[in-house]
């Protein structure tokens, strides 16, 4: 058994083409993922290879948690905006990664698991575009 669990971050896919040539890929990419930010070629590219993503701010960095779409959504099944955005993601077979400072936000981030969104639910999600881009490009951003 392989001892490297190798783990990317912020790779798209540019980025992971050169590295999927490697003799050893990465297990996981943590990505900025969320309704309206979902960077579609790079999350079918990892699934395609076996690389898990990870959401970094899942919720849109808290800039979508008023978004009607995912309010109204949320009144259907009993749950926050943020709720939905999370139980998006798993469906999506992506892994996510809110953060809250605050104990009862982070105990309702991890109640997601007694509800489903149906087809239509996830496309109404997936119609959400181009909202909350947190503006980092990893090709272009300078250090
Ligand atoms: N790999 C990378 O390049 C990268 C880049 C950026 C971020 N990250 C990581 O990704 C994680 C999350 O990112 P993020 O903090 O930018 O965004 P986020 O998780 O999308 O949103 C966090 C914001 O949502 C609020 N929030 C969380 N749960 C809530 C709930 N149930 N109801 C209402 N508001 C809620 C938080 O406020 P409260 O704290 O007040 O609840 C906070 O303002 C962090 O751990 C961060 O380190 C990674």
Redesign the pocket.
């Known amino acids: 058994m392989s001892r490297y669990f190798p783990t990317v971050?912020?790779f798209l896919v540019p980025h992971l083409a050169s590295l999927l040539k490697m003799e050893i890929a990465p297990m996981v990419d943590?990505?900025?993922f969320?309704p309206g930010w979902t960077q579609d070629d790079t999350v079918a590219l990892c699934q395609n290879n076996k690389i898990l993503v990870?959401?970094?701010?899942?919720?849109?960095?808290?800039?979508?948690?008023e978004h009607p779409i995912l309010v109204e959504i949320g009144k259907n099944h009993g749950k926050?905006?943020?709720?939905i955005?999370i139980r998006y993601a798993l469906q999506k077979d992506v892994l996510?990664?809110?953060?809250?400072?605050?104990k009862?936000?982070?105990a309702?981030?991890l109640d997601v698991f007694d509800f489903e969104l149906n087809p239509d639910e996830m496309r109404r999600i997936d119609s959400i575009q181009n909202e909350a881009f947190?503006g980092?490009n990893p090709s272009t951003v300078t250090f």
């Open positions: 971050s912020n943590q990505i900025e969320h990870e959401a970094w701010s899942p919720l849109g960095h808290g800039k979508l948690l926050s905006s943020a709720q955005m996510p990664l809110p953060k809250s400072t605050n009862k936000r982070i309702s981030n947190s980092s």
